[in-house]
């Protein structure tokens, strides 16, 4: 509980200071945003297939019992049988939940994909009204991570927001507790170097296609 506390603290104080877009980040999610337009959905499928059984055999994936992913759209790997494996073996799935500036990972518990509403940005999440168990509570094993270009040295640009960033940089003040962060990514969203400054955080792996 104190560990939540903390990390909503200072998502409370950091929410009120805004980031500078970065020309080189904005011009990346434009050229992305473009070439994942082009996917056809089957290619879309194809990837996700790929995707899927890699994670679902990634050594950090299965050393995890407690898991957070993300609802994805349809200009994202599609996480539902990632979930779905979360949950057939025992583990546990928490989703993102934005409110008031501040990213809660939320317990999903079976059926609740069938009635969260969507946000203006056409994502699925909790209700305000909805009970479920915050992952800080029990703490985090890994994290499957969304974004929107990611490279093989472990760098991340996200949609602007800062919310993974700030979670994780508060997550990685404890070594000895901090989670793995390994992100699922199309092949287009793989390039050889990404721009990062002192608020990014890395990650520890990229997952996707033809890596």
């Known amino acids: 509980m104190l560990a939540r506390a903390f990390v909503q603290a200072f998502f409370s104080t950091s929410s009120k200071m805004s980031r500078t877009p970065d020309p080189a980040k904005v011009l990346i999610r434009e050229q992305i945003a473009k070439k994942i337009s082009e996917l056809s959905k089957e290619e879309k499928k194809r990837q996700s297939d790929i995707v899927y059984n890699k994670i679902i055999n990634h ?109 994780i940089t508060k997550l990685r003040q404890d070594p000895k507790t901090a989670p793995k962060v390994v992100a699922i990514a199309f092949n287009c969203q793989v390039l050889d170097k990404v721009p990062m400054n002192e608020l990014d955080q890395r990650i520890d792996d990229v997952v996707f296609a033809d890596g």
Do not use: C, W
């Open 59 to 167: 050594p950090h994936y299965k050393a995890a019992q407690r898991i957070t992913i993300f609802m994805s759209t349809s200009d994202e790997v599609d996480t539902a049988p990632i979930i779905a494996h979360i949950q057939s073996r025992g583990a546990t799935a928490f989703v993102p939940q934005y409110a008031g500036g501040i990213m809660r990972m939320l317990k999903l518990e079976r059926g609740d994909e069938d009635n969260m509403p969507l946000t203006r940005h056409g994502i699925q999440q909790h209700s305000k009204d909805q009970q479920r168990e915050d992952a800080l509570d029990e703490g985090i094993d890994l994290i499957i991570a969304p974004g929107v270009a990611f490279s093989r040295d472990g760098g991340r640009v996200g949609h602007g927001g800062g919310y993974y960033d700030k979670y």
